[in-house]
């Protein structure tokens, strides 16, 4: 008798388990595809398809700066004055975040470089009123500057801090005028900006692949920034490609990412230093 | 009579600017030499022949120079009607050609990717140009970005934002 109702609790909580399971399941599928999400959260990549994503080693970055200069000049980003770096409105699509422990005599200072983390499931894109940001189907999240209506939703949406707010018209030196990159455009006043991980580069890169007759090979397109970095501390590359440098450095141990709790899934891993 | 002669002043308002606008809108594609299309491609000109950009694998098809029409139009040439192009030869200025095939500048198009690897031909955005007399003032065919987007449906591309957005 005692084992009769030993088997038939099991029976009922092994039933409950699996309603619940059931039940937590279906929450999540709701949940993944919430109204308003069509087309702008995750998509599953066709197969074959490129994932672009970036390893950056902490333990090579020597915080040289060499990355956040190259991005600037690639992307056409207006200087700034000391005004607006007052008031936090400088853009940098490629910051360098310090920060610092302890006390003298003893400071460390440890710093991180930070572009777009590019996000499998960005938050950003979900709260964009007019799809002027959006993931496309290699993982890169786009943001279209003549689409955008600058509500800065997707500003306050990013948990990373890594979408800039255009509050005036950008200006340059007049020497500099002549140097823009034509592949960039200018962004105007009212729109956001982000790292596009110079995906104007793969469109020159596809375009050199399908004039040779050759498929798009691994170091093809490169973001300024991972070209630049003199300590090779940033790797680019498809993460859908096993034998690429990227995909096997974000399994690496030491790897993490950025506030992984969040659930955004940003394809930007680091590699922990000191470890 | 105060209401007429309100109504005659706004008409004539209305006609005075309809008229600036009009005059505005050919006077600014005029082109400076009176190029007949026809002529030169019944003559066996290819497209990419004057317009060097598409050969050469540039992302701008490109108007002549001046020297590709001095490569004909030398100072032999007696035909009365091409006096003009002979004056920007003679002198070696180069031919102000009116643009009017314009891409918005948050748009990168590229002529090597559709006419140099894509093999599209010409005429599908500029029209059937072998039976065009009178010189280029408005575009044959309205680009619109519904337009780019339809085809590249059709042809089975892409149409990611990205991938002609800047």
């Not at chain 1, 399994?251 to 891993?269: C, Q, S, W, Y």
Request: proline content about 7%; overall charge positive; hydrophobic content about 35%.
């Amino acid at each position: 008798m005692e084992s009769l109702t030993t088997s038939r609790n099991g029976f009922l909580r092994g039933l409950l388990g699996t309603l619940g399971v059931f039940l937590l399941s279906g929450i999540g599928k709701a949940w993944g595809t919430a109204p308003g999400d069509a087309g702008h959260g995750k998509r599953p990549l066709k197969p074959g398809e490129h994932r672009w994503g970036m390893v950056i080693d902490l333990d090579k970055c020597t915080g040289c700066g060499s990355c956040v200069v190259a991005c600037s000049t690639e992307n056409n980003l207006a200087l700034g004055n000391p005004q607006e770096a007052a008031m936090g409105r400088i853009i940098r699509w490629l910051k360098i975040l310090p920060s610092q422990e302890g006390e003298f005599p003893a400071p460390k200072q440890r710093l991180l470089p930070m572009p777009c983390q590019q996000c499998d499931t960005p938050p950003c894109t979900k709260v964009c009123p007019v799809y002027a940001t959006f993931r496309n189907e290699e993982g890169i999240v786009g943001q279209v500057y003549s689409r955008c209506i600058g509500c800065r939703y997707c500003l306050n949406a990013c948990p990373y801090t890594c979408k800039d707010f255009n509050w005036k018209a950008p200006v340059w030196p007049k020497e500099m005028q002549a140097s823009f990159n034509p592949d960039v455009s200018i962004r105007p006043k009212g729109v956001v900006e982000k790292c596009l991980f110079c995906h104007h580069r793969l469109q020159r890169a596809k375009e050199e692949a399908v004039a040779e007759g050759r498929p798009l090979r691994e170091n093809d397109y490169q973001p300024a920034c991972a070209e630049i970095c003199p300590a090779k501390a940033i790797v680019f590359g498809d993460l859908n490609n096993n034998d690429s440098d990227a995909a096997n450095l974000s399994k690496d141990p030491r790897a993490f990412h950025l506030l992984e709790e969040l659930g955004a899934e940003p394809k930007v891993t680091y590699l922990k230093e000191g470890a | 009579m105060k209401d007429l002669a309100a109504a005659v002043l706004s008409l004539a308002f209305i006609g005075l600017v309809w008229l600036l606008l009009a005059g505005y809108q050919s006077g600014s594609k005029k082109q400076p030499v009176a190029y007949n299309h026809k002529k030169h491609i019944a003559l066996g000109l290819e497209c990419a022949g004057c317009h060097t950009g598409i050969a050469d694998g540039k992302a701008r098809g490109g108007l002549p120079t001046v020297e590709v029409c001095a490569a004909c139009h030398t100072s032999d040439d007696e035909n009365p009607r091409a006096k003009a192009v002979r004056d920007y030869v003679s002198a070696n200025k180069p031919i102000p050609w009116k643009k009017v095939y314009n891409v918005p500048t948050h748009v990168y198009f590229s002529h090597r990717r559709h006419v140099g690897l894509a093999k599209l031909d010409c005429a599908l955005c500029h029209g059937d140009m072998s039976k065009v007399e009178a010189p280029v003032t408005r575009q044959a065919v309205t680009i619109s970005m519904a337009r780019c987007m339809g085809c590249h449906h059709r042809m089975k591309v892409t149409n990611d934002c990205l991938a002609c957005h800047k």
